[in-house]
């Protein structure tokens, strides 16, 4: 992951973003220490809120030190999701399923969401989502900006630098609407862009035969010519008015 310096003006890094399609770039301190991990939604807030003259540390939201939250394997049993019968419930959804607490650290994943990131869930389960963007593990966190928004987001994450995954972020709240944790469902949304794209090659493709003749033979060899009807008007137009030889 690329680095930046918290004394940098967003102006300074937001060509990062922009230019070199960069979703997340951990942040340094002065002395060198890592205190966290500055991410798009941060610098297009800066945008929006006409903060780009700001320091980044001034910007930065989500902040990794070494006091950071995190669970022992007791507090994640405590929360039940890896209980009987929830956890084969879990485990049986064709979808992925990532759940965190209220401070944003992942408290289970089901094994769809493992088989479709590649992500163990010894890797993610106890750690703050935090520190899963700053290790590379994903390059933004839906979990964090609904913690933020405390509402519904949804989202395309880069995994392992290529695949991608939409996720969809969900606030469950307790019954005096205090937030209990974020519920976000995974898929793999890969394939379905590969299609698209060519989709869109196909229809481009279709575009230009409408566009032009094609002379096609009869004898199944390649085109002869393939002319536009701009093209063809301008070649009636010269051949009427090109000079002709004279015969005497």
């Known amino acids: 992951m690329r680095h930046i310096r918290e004394t940098q003006s967003m102006?300074?890094?937001?060509?990062?973003?922009?230019?070199?399609?960069?979703?997340?770039v951990e942040v340094f301190d002065n002395v060198g220490q890592a205190i966290g991990v500055l991410t798009q939604t941060d610098v297009e807030t800066a945008v929006r809120e006409a903060r780009l003259d700001n320091p980044v540390g001034e910007c930065l939201r989500y902040r990794v030190t070494g006091d950071s939250p995190s669970l022992d394997i007791a507090d994640v049993s405590s929360h039940g999701f890896d209980h009987e019968p929830l956890r084969s419930v879990l485990n049986a959804l064709h979808d992925g399923v990532y759940i965190t607490d209220a401070r944003g650290i992942t408290?289970?994943?089901?094994?769809?969401?493992e088989r479709l990131t590649g992500i163990r869930r010894d890797d993610v389960v106890g750690r703050h989502m935090a520190d899963l963007v700053k290790a590379?593990?994903?390059?933004?966190?839906?979990?964090?900006?609904?913690?933020r928004e405390r509402r519904p987001i949804?989202?395309?994450?880069?995994i392992r630098d290529h695949d991608k995954i939409l996720v969809s972020g969900m606030p469950l709240l307790d019954s005096e609407g205090a937030l209990r944790y974020v519920i976000t469902s995974v898929r793999d949304v890969t394939?379905?862009?590969r299609a698209k794209h060519a989709q869109e090659q196909l229809a481009q493709i279709r575009r230009m035969r409408e566009a032009y003749d094609v002379d096609v033979r009869s004898d199944g060899q390649p085109p002869r010519l393939i002319v536009?009807?701009?093209s063809r008007e301008c070649y009636e137009l010269a051949r009427r008015i090109a000079p002709r030889k004279s015969r005497y």
Do not use: M
């Not at 102006?11 to 997340?24: I, K, M, N, T």
């Not at 949804?154 to 880069?158: A, E, G, I, N, R």
């Open 154 to 158: 949804t989202l395309v994450q880069s």
């Open 136 to 147: 590379g593990y994903i390059s933004k966190s839906v979990s964090l900006e609904v913690i």
């Open 191 to 193: 394939e379905l862009l």
């Open 228 to 230: 536009s009807p701009q």
């Open 107 to 113: 408290v289970t994943v089901n094994t769809a969401y």
């Open 11 to 24: 102006a300074e890094v937001r060509p990062l973003f922009e230019q070199q399609d960069v979703g997340a």
